[in-house]
């Protein structure tokens, strides 16, 4: 059973925007980052944005400008907003919790489809 539970992917049109959401399944305590990774098919997974206590969200790279990040740890949940969809954007999205204790949770992932 998943402790996060990621919404809002779907299929949209390249320069389409989505906004994915994520909520823990019950209470967490002491987090100290919250994450989006992706993982498009015959690749690894990846980090696309990260925000931890304290300081303001990391992108990578390739996503810079187009997406950003936002979250409430003490509702325990996050928000990645993605504009200007681009069919590289295509792959499963998933959010992560990392706990003071270094517990590290994740969602079941979402599937995020850009077409051309």
């Known amino acids: 059973q998943a402790q996060l539970v990621e919404s809002g992917g779907g299929l949209v049109q390249a320069g389409g925007s989505l906004r994915l959401s994520c909520a823990a399944a019950?209470?967490?305590?002491?987090?100290?980052?919250m994450g989006w990774y992706r993982q498009a098919p015959g690749k690894q997974r990846e980090l696309v944005a990260q925000?931890?206590?304290?300081?303001?969200?990391n992108f990578a790279d390739s996503v810079k400008g187009r997406f950003t990040m936002s979250g409430d740890y003490a509702k325990n949940t996050v928000y990645l907003q993605m504009n200007s969809l681009e069919p590289e954007d295509t792959a499963v999205y998933y959010c992560?919790?990392?706990?003071?204790?270094?517990?590290?949770?994740w969602g079941q992932g979402t599937q995020v489809t850009v077409s051309s």
């Open positions: 992560n919790f990392l706990g003071t204790s270094n517990f590290s949770l």
């Open positions: 925000m931890i206590r304290g300081s303001s969200a």
């Open positions: 019950r209470s967490i305590f002491s987090i100290k980052a």
